[in-house]
Each structure stands twice: as C-alpha cells, then as structure tokens.
C-alpha cells in the first residue's frame, strides 16, 4: 500500500516551472517559435523605414539605423540552474546565490537567442541588450554572451546596465530612450511586461491592462519569451515589496490562487 499523502508536502512553488523549463519539449518550441517570428519580423521592419517598435521613439525615424533591444536574463540567458538550486535548498531568492551562478559566466542560451542575434547582425542591426544586472556584473556577463560567438562591438557600449547612467533604473524606459534618440528600433525581445512598457511594477489587474493597450504589437514588434519562473509578474503579487518575510510572501500568494471549493 502506498504511504499516504503527507498534509503538508515538502514542495517548492518553482519545481515544476523550473523542471519545464529544463526538460520540457514544450519550452524549447515556444522559445525557437518566437524567435523564428522575430527573424521574420525584423526583414518587414528593415524594409518599412517608418517602422518603430519602442512606445519611447519619437520623431522622424526613417534615416536612422536599425536597432533591436533584447533583455538578457531568460530572454538570452538561462539562468535555470540559479532557479534550480533555490528549489533544491527549498529556499527563496537569495542575493548571494544569484552573484555566485552569475560570477561563474555559464548560462546556457535560451533557444533560438543565438541565431537570431548573429542573423540580425548579420544585417546590419545594432543588438542592444538592456539588462537589469547591474555594472559591477557586466563584465561576467560579457564573457558569458561571448561564449556563444556573439560579437559585441568595443567602440559603442550594446550591454546597458541598470544603474550604469544615474536616470537608468530598473524600469527600461529611459534606456529605450536612450537608444532610440540614436536608432529606429525594430523590435523589443523579452520574457517581462517591463522589457517592453514603463510601469510594469504595478498592481497585476494594472498591468493586464497595460498589455491590452497595445494589442497589434505583442507577437510581432514585442516578442514575448515565457518565463514561468519569476519577474515582475510575481513582485506584483506581493506590491514588489521585497524587504517582505518569506511568509507573508506565501501567504500572500496562496491568497491569490484561484480554487473551486
Ligand atoms: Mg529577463
């Protein structure tokens, strides 16, 4: 006879995001799909010069080169193994670890990052990843990214740091900004409402709202890479408060979930 089911199970709310993000069949074709849409979408926008993508961009865009702005952590980078071990410690998000999985510059490439980038290089678009990793965390970074034969030019700075201007915060519209006074961006890749809107830290109702603001741009000048795993959806569950015990954090969540009894 099987042991009964303990009332409370040792568990951890990322075991399955984590696990479906490390073996799952499902997560690599998302990934590769959404790439393909990207590769297919930045040729429409090459040839349509009043083509933007950034809510940021102003003005007159039609002599500018082309951009792409891509975020890093789980849109490029997969930081799963991080993920991992808080399931494994039964822990919660610990600074220290996270410094520690980023000192060693061994993240994996979510699939389909890598082509895609080399392809719009390869046509002659400046790729900017804008990254809240902070400065002191850029070089690891770079060393990772070029792990994968990505060429990042020494003459102009595509890694933008949060922090690394004093207005650059952990809300990316001011480094939107930042490139676009300089390119026309033809596309925004990233795996967070906020890698593609200001305000994101917002309640979750809020920010469902502001997704269904701009319905003709998701799947096409906004790709979304799905992160089950953590962003500012999760913050948003807790009021982004993240001075909050661990419990409270919990409770808060189960608060949130959705049953039928
Ligand atoms: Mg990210």
């Known amino acids: 006879m099987a042991a009964p089911t303990p009332v409370v199970r040792d568990s951890h709310e990322n075991l399955n995001g984590t696990l479906w993000y490390q073996t799952s069949a499902e997560f690599r074709v998302d990934s590769a799909s959404k790439y393909r849409i990207a590769r297919q979408t930045l040729d429409t926008a090459l040839a349509n010069k009043g083509w933007t993508a950034a809510l940021e961009q102003t003005g007159n865009v039609k002599s ?6 891509m975020d890093l952590d ?9 993920q991992g071990q808080q399931v494994i410690d039964r822990k ?4 220290a670890t996270w410094s520690e999985w980023i000192a060693l510059a061994d ?11 080399k392809y719009a290089q390869l046509k002659g678009v400046t790729v900017f990843f804008v990254t809240n990793r902070t400065k002191d965390e850029e070089p690891k970074t770079r060393e990772n990214l070029q792990k994968f034969g990505i060429s990042l030019p020494n003459d102009l700075d595509t890694v933008l740091t949060k922090g690394e201007q004093p207005d650059w915060s952990s809300d990316k519209g001011t480094r939107r900004k930042f490139v676009a006074n300089k390119y026309r961006i033809a596309l925004l890749i990233g795996d967070d409402l906020g890698d593609f809107l200001s ?14 603001q701009h319905p003709n741009w998701w799947g096409e000048r906004w790709i979304l890479l799905i992160n089950p795993l953590y962003g500012s959806w999760e913050g948003a569950l807790y009021g982004h408060d993240f001075s909050m015990p661990d419990d409270q954090v919990l409770k808060l ?4 979930v959705k049953g039928f009894k």
């Open 199 to 212: 305000g994101a830290k917002d309640t979750p109702q809020k920010r469902v709202t502001m997704a269904e």
């Open 74 to 82: 789980e849109t490029v980078l997969d930081n799963s193994p991080a």
């Open 64 to 69: 500018l080169p082309v951009a792409v702005i």
């Open 253 to 256: 969540k189960f608060d949130q």
């Open 92 to 95: 919660p998000y610990v600074p």
């Open 107 to 117: 993240a994996a490439a979510v699939p389909g990052a890598i082509d895609f980038i």
